[in-house]
């Protein structure tokens, strides 16, 4: 029996490497694949599992694949795979959310205070053999200031938290919180992105690609004030941000539009050259601690999709299809039942949109449930029970 083969594109924790091998799985290795590559590579090996973590899947890549059903993206977001190319191949696309909160948390308050304290530019002046005291004794200060969050998920949590235990006041607009429950975890509620423009330091933490920040939002900052993106680069207007840093607005980025799909490569961006720009290179994930924590999580979405069960974290699984009945058919577990089951819906033109067979102990009988886009007939559920003598009871229900 063929082993099944999975690739990783990307960096990727040791042990996860070891705990897929141990799973009986061939792992291969091509972290320097990048995002032309891995058409080839998908081509040439013929996994049955992608893993990725920054990697960009293109849908060549679903193109070239043969056997690829399922791509992991070793971290949270997943707009570095065309999940749509993906599920027109029925290629399922999970990722692993909430393991990297805390590291993507900590990289947001690093950009805060460095961009407050100056800090990048301190260590270039001292590295290049210059003492300038006094042009970086010009800090602010984050006590008594007001931070807002955008977008309250955990690593906004993480974020908000921690800006209370600087002394700051914590402003959040979370579309999914009421007034009363922010004010019950010690937070003031924004109920519109332009009241958070007028904070001192605003960090986005949103979990979407589509932009979201325009420039009406940028032309609200005030010179002095701290911007700090770790989401994705395309939820902001960066020709905005632009004109802001030129008034003097500070920003702390991870993440920058059309930043490179490889680990190593150029990369020319006016936003990121900026004197007022502190600048990372899409390492908020990077620590020790959120990689285990990730590799951990895309072993578990691994072992349980190729045991049969339902993978955790799909996130291109549809929540509504267009069945309007249910097809119960309780049978005797035998070869052929739901194949001729089957052909006679098929013979109707009636579509199975979801199918499950559940055995019962014993091994004896079984249970399948077709949700179906339409009713059958009276003929044609008379001529199943006619195919099927192993049929123990069959009826049909509507689906609200």
């Known amino acids: 029996m063929r082993k099944a083969k999975v690739l990783i594109a990307d960096k990727f924790e040791k042990s996860g ?89 900590e990289l947001a308050w690093g950009l805060i205070l460095a961009a407050d304290r100056r800090i990048a530019d301190n260590a270039a ?9 006094k042009e970086y004794t010009k800090a602010r200060g984050l006590a008594g200031r007001t931070l807002a969050v955008i977008g309250l998920g955990q690593i906004g949590r993480a974020v908000a938290d921690r800006g209370l235990a600087f002394g700051m006041k914590v402003v959040v607009h979370s579309l999914h919180l009421t007034d009363e429950q922010c004010a019950e975890i010690g937070f003031a509620h924004a109920h519109s992105l332009l009241e958070t423009a007028s904070a001192d330091v605003i960090s986005l933490n949103v979990s979407g690609a589509e932009r979201l920040l325009h420039a009406d939002f940028f032309d609200a900052l005030r010179p ?78 691994l072992r349980e999709f190729l045991e049969g069960r339902p993978a955790p974290n799909v996130i291109n699984r549809e929540s509504k299809t267009p069945a309007v009945r249910l097809l119960t058919v309780t049978h005797l577990n035998r070869p052929g039942v739901l194949a001729r089951v089957l052909g006679a819906l098929a013979e ?53």
């Not at 027109?88 to 993507?104: D, E, H, M």
């Not at 002046?125 to 005291?133: I, P, S, V, Y």
Request: negative net charge.
């Open 17 to 105: 490497v070891d705990a897929i091998k141990a799973m009986g799985c061939e792992a291969v290795s091509l972290p320097e694949a990048g995002a032309d590559g891995l058409p080839e590579a998908v081509a040439e090996h013929d996994p049955d599992v992608l893993i990725v973590r920054s990697t960009k899947v293109k849908p060549a890549v679903f193109e070239k694949a043969g056997r690829l059903s399922m791509v992991i993206r070793a971290g949270a977001g997943v707009d570095n795979i065309d999940v749509p190319a993906a599920s027109a191949r029925g290629v399922w696309v999970a990722n692993c959310p909430g393991k990297n909160s805390l590291a993507v948390a």
């Open 224 to 301: 002095g004030t701290i911007f700090v993106n770790t989401s994705r680069g395309s939820v902001i207007d960066e020709p905005a941000l632009l004109r802001a840093l030129d008034r003097g607005v500070r920003a702390g980025l991870d993440v920058f539009e059309n930043e490179p799909g490889q680990a190593q490569g150029e990369f020319h961006s006016a936003v990121a050259r900026h004197p007022n720009t502190v600048g990372t290179h899409h390492i908020g994930a990077s620590t020790d601690q959120a990689q285990q924590a990730i590799a951990d999580e895309t072993v578990r979405i």
């Open 125 to 133: 002046d001292l590295r290049a053999g210059r003492w300038n005291k």
């Open 348 to 400: 109707e033109r009636v579509n199975i949109e979801e199918m499950e067979n559940t055995i019962f102990k014993g091994g004896v009988a079984a249970c399948a449930r077709m949700r179906m886009n339409s009713e059958p007939s009276a003929a044609a559920l008379s001529e199943i029970r006619k195919r099927c003598p192993e049929i123990l009871s069959m009826h049909v229900t509507p689906i609200d």
